[in-house]
C-alpha cells in the first residue's frame, strides 16, 4: 500500500449525495464512494444493484440527477472525453476493442502507445499483427486493459472485467491490474461479480444493493461481512452471484 493512509489523503475520485439514472428515473441514491490514488476499491453486488449506473455517471457517460463528483478535491463535470484527458479511463461492461483491426492499431488508438502495453501484459507482443476479433476473449481483455493502462490514467474504473473469463485468466488480469495501481499509483474502482476475486486484490470494498450503498469496508475479512449480510437477508440467489 502506499504510505500516507486514505483517510488523510485527497481523494483521486470522489462521489458525494450522487443520485443517478436514466432521465428522471434515480435507480442510484445517496452514493458516498471515494478513491484514492493507488488504491483498488471493488464496487460489489448483484445483478441489477446499480454497479454499472454509478461507473457511467462516474465517467461522465451519464449526467447526475443530484449530487457532486469530485476530481482530486474539485467539482468535475462534462463528458468522458473531457474527464479522459484530465486522466480518467473507463472500461466498460461491453468489450471496446474493435475487432475488425489488429492488435497494434487497437493499441495506437488508445493512444498510449504499444511498449506500455505489452509491458503490462508481454502474451500481446506476439498477437501485434492478428485481428482483435480472433484473439480468445481473455486475451481480448488483456488487450482492453493494456490500452487503458498505457494511456497512465490516474483513476481507472473498470466494469466486470472477469466477465466470461477462465479463473486462471481472471487471476493473470487482476494481478497485472493489483501491480499497476500500486506501481503507477492508479486509483481503481473495480465492478466485480465475483467478488471473493476481486476482494483478493483491492483494499476496500462496497456492497450495493438496490442502488445504495448497504455495506463497506477493507478486504481483509470482507468476503465474510459480505456473505454474513446476504445470508441475513435469506436471499441465497443474490449471494451465490455476489461470492462466486
Ligand atoms: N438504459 C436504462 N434505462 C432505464 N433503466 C436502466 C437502464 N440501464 C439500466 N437500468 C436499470 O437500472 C438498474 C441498475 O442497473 P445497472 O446496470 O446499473 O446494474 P448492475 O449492478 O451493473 O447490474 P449487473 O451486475 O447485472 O451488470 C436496473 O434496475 C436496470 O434495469
Ligand atoms: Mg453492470
Known amino acids: 500500500m502506499t504510505a500516507a493512509s486514505p483517510e488523510t489523503r485527497t481523494a483521486a475520485l470522489s462521489a458525494h449525495g450522487l443520485v443517478a439514472g436514466y432521465g428522471d428515473l434515480a435507480v442510484v441514491r445517496d452514493l458516498e464512494?471515494?478513491?484514492?490514488?493507488?488504491?483498488?476499491?471493488?464496487?460489489?453486488?448483484?445483478?441489477?444493484?446499480?454497479?454499472?449506473?454509478?461507473?457511467?455517471?462516474?465517467?461522465?457517460?451519464?449526467?447526475?440527477?443530484?449530487?457532486?463528483?469530485?476530481?482530486f478535491g474539485a467539482p468535475i463535470a462534462g463528458p468522458l472525453h473531457r474527464r479522459a484527458r484530465a486522466?480518467?479511463?473507463?472500461?466498460?461492461?461491453?468489450?471496446?476493442?474493435?475487432?475488425?483491426?489488429?492488435?497494434?492499431?487497437?493499441?495506437?488508438?488508445?493512444?498510449?502507445?504499444?511498449?506500455?502495453?505489452?509491458?503490462?501484459?508481454?502474451?500481446?507482443?506476439?498477437?501485434?499483427?492478428?485481428?482483435?476479433?480472433?484473439?480468445?476473449?481473455?486475451?481480448?481483455?488483456?488487450?482492453?486493459?493494456?490500452?487503458?493502462?498505457?494511456?497512465?490514467?490516474?483513476?481507472?474504473?473498470?466494469?466486470e472485467l472477469s466477465l466470461g473469463l477462465a479463473p486462471i485468466v481472471v487471476d493473470r488480469l487482476f494481478a497485472a491490474l493489483r501491480d499497476v495501481a500500486t506501481t503507477l499509483d492508479i486509483g481503481v474502482i473495480l465492478v466485480e461479480q465475483q467478488a471473493r476475486r476481486a476482494l483478493e486484490v483491492s483494499d476496500r470494498w462496497y456492497l450495493m444493493?438496490?442502488?445504495?450503498?448497504?455495506?463497506?469496508?477493507?478486504?481483509?475479512?470482507?468476503?465474510?461481512?459480505?456473505?454474513?449480510?446476504?445470508?441475513?437477508?435469506?436471499?441465497?440467489?443474490?449471494?451465490?452471484a455476489v461470492v462466486a
Open 209 to 240: 444493493r438496490r442502488g445504495e450503498v448497504v455495506a463497506q469496508g477493507t478486504s481483509d475479512g470482507g468476503l465474510d461481512v459480505i456473505q454474513r449480510l446476504y445470508l441475513a437477508d435469506h436471499d441465497d440467489s443474490a449471494t451465490s
Open 33 to 71: 464512494i471515494t478513491v484514492h490514488p493507488g488504491e483498488i476499491v471493488a464496487l460489489l453486488g448483484p445483478n441489477g444493484a446499480g454497479k454499472s449506473t454509478t461507473l457511467l455517471t462516474l465517467a461522465g457517460e451519464l449526467s447526475p440527477i443530484a449530487g457532486e463528483i469530485s476530481w
Open 87 to 159: 486522466g480518467l479511463g473507463f472500461v466498460p461492461e461491453e468489450r471496446s476493442v474493435i475487432m475488425s483491426m489488429s492488435v497494434r492499431d487497437n493499441l495506437l488508438l488508445g493512444s498510449g502507445g504499444i511498449e506500455p502495453a505489452v509491458e503490462l501484459f508481454p502474451e500481446l507482443a506476439e498477437l501485434l499483427d492478428r485481428r482483435a476479433g480472433l484473439l480468445s476473449g481473455g486475451e481480448q481483455q488483456m488487450l482492453t486493459l493494456a490500452r487503458a493502462v498505457a494511456r497512465r490514467p490516474k483513476v481507472l474504473l473498470a466494469d
